[in-house]
């Protein structure tokens, strides 16, 4: 079965760290880009960060920038997002996607990593609550 499993979300105190899980399922993960997403309520879903595929290049939103880093563990079908200095802003749902599904080859970010349109498949996402 082709999907993506988020875990490790939860409620952390300000300035404190999480590490989120993005375990994939059903593909070639060594071939997709991946990126994670988060939705605070009645806001839009932006993308934070994304990993390429093959050469370990990895992007960041400048609103997380410095506090987040993407990891991805090919031979585990994993991409984790270890979050350090958590901010009250944080607080949202967080969900991984893969670019890359359907094409052959080695998938990079590019420059169209910001849009959702260019993801294949998504998790369901994992509720991360910073409070004060």
């Known amino acids: 079965q082709v999907q993506l499993v988020e875990s490790g979300g939860g409620l952390v105190q300000s300035g404190g760290s999480l590490t989120l899980s993005c375990a994939a399922s059903?593909?070639?993960?060594?071939?997709?880009?991946v990126s994670w997403f988060r939705q605070a309520p009645g806001k839009e879903r932006q993308v934070i960060s994304c990993?390429?595929?093959?050469?370990?290049?990895?992007f960041y939103s400048d609103s997380v920038s410095g506090r987040f880093t993407i990891l991805r563990d090919d031979s585990q079908r994993a991409v984790y997002l270890q979050m350090n200095n958590l901010k009250l802003e944080d607080s949202a749902v967080y969900y991984c996607?893969?670019?890359?599904?359907?094409?052959?080859?080695?998938?990079?970010?590019?420059?169209?990593?910001?849009?959702?349109?260019?993801?294949?498949?998504w998790g369901r996402g994992t509720q991360v609550t910073v409070s004060s």
């Open positions: 996607a893969i670019m890359g599904f359907y094409t052959k080859g080695i998938a990079k970010c590019g420059d169209r990593y910001h849009d959702e349109n260019e993801y294949d498949i």
């Open positions: 990993s390429n595929a093959g050469d370990g290049g990895a």
């Open positions: 059903g593909f070639t993960f060594e071939w997709v880009a």
